[in-house]
Nanobody, 129 residues
């Protein structure tokens, strides 16, 4: 059984930092495209960052330079370090994984949420002004 369990969310002030964790079981994170998405009520889910099986990383332009995605293979866990947080970063954050073809594993077209096989339950991040 595959499980993705997020932790590390919470409330911070504008300019603060949080680190989200996605503990993976049942699959090897290193053999999948691992991604973080976020969603606010009434808006489309959006891709934030991804970590490919070939160790390449990708970011949405809204978080480039502020967020860092990284993976600990020994812990089979993917992290999202979020610095310089802004109120507009407030959202429910989700961890996602997809495997299959080489293109899928290296995070081709990574922002398309419907292509992911597995999802976490989500964790709330609130950034106050």
């Amino acid at each position: 059984q595959v499980q993705l369990v997020e932790s590390g969310g919470g409330s911070v002030q504008d300019g603060g930092s949080l680190r989200l964790s996605c503990a993976v079981s049942g699959i090897a994170a290193s053999d999948h495209c691992m991604a973080w998405f976020r969603q606010v009520p009434g808006k489309e889910r959006e891709g934030v960052a991804s970590f490919a099986s070939n160790d390449n990383t990708y970011y949405d332009e809204s978080v480039e330079g502020r967020f860092t995605i990284f993976r600990d293979n020994g812990k089979n866990t993917v992290f999202l370090q979020m610095n310089s947080l802004k109120p507009e970063d407030t959202a429910m954050y989700y961890c996602a994984a997809r495997g299959g073809s080489f293109y899928r594993k290296i995070c081709g077209d990574w922002k398309t949420g419907t292509t992911y096989n597995y999802w976490g339950q989500g964790i709330q991040v609130n950034v106050s002004a």
